[in-house]
């Protein structure tokens, strides 16, 4: 990590100002956000409270024991530059190159994921555009019909409500969507959109597509049966990326078939990827249970999207040293 950030000093430090109030050194800045994930410090207030009193945490970022904390709102706009200078993805493609890591991953094999991140919005806040819901604050919503195309949150605009199958309940959110490498099941690449029906397969083509690539050569994704449509299985053929999307069950009641035959299942590689792909839950399970991925405390997509790829780069740094001490 730290062979990163020194490679990073450079163009971080283009980001700052050199007038008004002192900026926060940039290495310190991403390791306090990095800590703030590994131990998923519920807010960057309640962070700078720990780095008061906790010297381990103070050992971590680089402050010494009687070195003043920083002013919650001085890390908060310190951190706005950082994701408009897109440092989250500049500091895990780094990380992803490093000499350690690179001989870890996969350059041909992947797996794609999506997972609900929940918007911090209520539902009381999804009210009708054009206003008609003001008189009670949104509290009576019971019984209403509430649809995406004629309310919004005012809270989080951005935010759709989304039911993630049948009988669960519908929730505010964003999909964040993963990239990961199935050698030994590393984040390479994370995206965050809208929660809509068909965000999860525009999610993969875009990043595939980059993948495939970068590769120079044709790839292959796991993906589960959610995937399985014929638009998207025909796009990632033409983006040379080869499709082992899990069967949907062709004896459904609403009579949708497979895109997916023989062609591909006959393969041993289409079972390898099967199994492989669910070490992505893995990821969305250490966010969600130890990270900050369950639910946002950001609201709009560029801050979500920042605090998603962080805690995708927080669970490769988890992963990365025992990967390679064993």
């Not at 999804?126 to 195309?149: I, L, Q, T």
Request: proline share 4%.
């Amino acid at each position: 990590m730290r062979d990163v950030l020194r490679d990073l000093n450079r163009p971080l430090g283009r980001l700052y100002s050199s007038e008004g109030r002192p900026s926060i050194p940039p290495e310190q800045l991403l390791s306090a956000l990095l800590l703030q994930v590994f131990y998923g410090i519920r807010s960057e207030r309640q962070l700078m409270e720990q780095l008061n009193y906790n010297l381990l945490y103070r050992w971590f970022v680089g402050l010494a024991p009687d070195d003043p904390v920083w002013d919650p709102t001085t890390f908060t706009k310190n951190r706005a530059r950082l994701e408009h200078g897109e440092v989250f993805a500049k500091f895990m493609a780094k990380l992803l190159n490093h000499r350690e890591v690179k001989p870890l991953l996969s350059s041909e094999h992947f797996s794609v994921d999506g997972t609900l991140i929940e918007a911090w919005a209520s539902h009381k806040s999804f009210r009708p555009k054009d206003g008609s819901g003001d008189d009670d604050d949104g509290a009576n919503f019971h019984g209403e019909k509430r649809k995406n195309d004629t309310h919004a949150s005012v809270t989080d605009p951005d935010s759709r409500l989304y039911r993630k199958a049948q009988g669960k309940e519908a929730k505010l959110c964003y999909m964040g969507h993963v990239t990961m490498e199935n050698r030994n099941g590393l984040a390479v690449d994370g995206r965050v959109t809208h929660a809509t029906g068909t965000a999860e397969r525009r999610a993969s083509e875009d990043m595939l597509r980059a993948k495939a690539k970068a590769s120079g050569r044709r790839i292959t994704v796991g993906e589960d049966k959610a995937y399985d449509t014929a638009d998207h299985v025909a796009k990632l053929r033409a983006q040379n990326v080869t499709p082992h999307v899990a069967q949907y069950n062709s004896g459904n009641p609403n009579g949708r078939q497979s895109a997916i035959d023989g062609r591909t299942t006959r393969h041993d590689g289409y079972g390898m990827s099967q199994s492989c792909r669910a070490m992505a839950e893995c990821i969305f399970g250490w966010g969600k249970q130890h990270g900050t991925m369950r639910k946002t405390k950001h609201r709009g997509p560029a801050r979500v999207a920042a605090d998603f790829l962080l805690n995708l780069i927080a669970y490769n740094l988890v992963r990365i040293p025992r990967l390679i001490a064993a």
